[in-house]
């Protein structure tokens, strides 16, 4: 009688499976769309991040307290500033070619996805050159402080979407230099490394968009 109600009470149990037998794989369908879904999600919560830096720059440059919004020393590079966005931008662009050949079951894809990941890490590098050869820091203003807080965050931001994309790049990559045997647990890559591409340059599209506006506030209005 207890055992019963023991087993009532934890709901219905997996059934055995018989030796030899092995439970199938998840459909790459089935992750492609929790990927998108997920892309999608990340994008609204990046917007709500990078809002606040969007904000925090008109408020304080409204307000202009003591009339230190912007001191005359306080200017970004802006040569440094033209040569990271235009990375980001061609970035995401090669990244969306080889969204799109991918799409088309070409293997022509990955050219252009490396081309993603070298034009992204070069931003990365050379935002770390402009913080070494910038004239001011956080404390030398309001602007100072939104610019060095938003750019950080945001090549924070860059660098982990690079990763994402270098992931997909080198599973494409591994799986042409070796392909699985008949053995093999994945004998077709291409069907779990196209929703995952399809995600990673959806999210970094919109987040070059970001940069564009990031650009735009900080280096021209």
């Known amino acids: ?6 087993e009532a009470a934890q709901g219905p149990m997996v059934p055995a499976m018989a030796g030899g037998v092995e439970i199938p794989p998840e459909p790459p ?5 929790a ?3 997920a892309s999608r999600m990340l994008c609204g919560a990046s917007t ?20 230190m919004w912007h001191p005359a020393h306080v200017k970004p590079n802006q040569g440094l500033g033209v040569a990271f966005i235009v990375c980001i931008v061609l970035s995401a662009l090669s990244s969306i070619v080889a969204g799109r050949r991918m799409k088309a079951k070409s293997r022509a894809w990955l050219a252009p ?9 070069v931003a990365v590098a050379l935002q770390c050159v402009e913080y070494t050869v910038q004239h001011f820091g956080p404390t030398n203003g309001a602007y100072a402080s939104v610019f060095c807080a938003w750019t950080g965050f945001y ?25 699985a045997g008949s053995e093999g647990d994945i004998s077709e890559p291409d069907r779990l490394i ?17 940069g564009i506006v990031t650009y735009v506030t900080l280096y021209l209005l």
Do not use: H, K
């Open 1 to 6: 009688m207890s055992g019963a109600s023991g």
């Open 29 to 33: 369908e089935i992750g492609g769309r």
């Open 35 to 37: 990927l998108t879904v």
């Open 48 to 67: 709500f991040f990078f809002l606040a830096f969007l904000f925090a720059y008109f408020y304080l440059r409204s307000i202009d307290a003591d009339g």
């Open 113 to 121: 996805g490396i081309a993603a990941v070298v034009l992204g890490l």
């Open 155 to 179: 090549l924070i931001a860059v660098l982990f979407t690079m990763y994402w994309l270098e992931t997909q790049v080198a599973t494409e990559a591994r799986a042409r230099r070796a392909p």
């Open 194 to 210: 196209a929703p995952a591409l399809d995600a990673a340059v959806f999210y970094w599209s919109f987040l070059a968009a970001i």
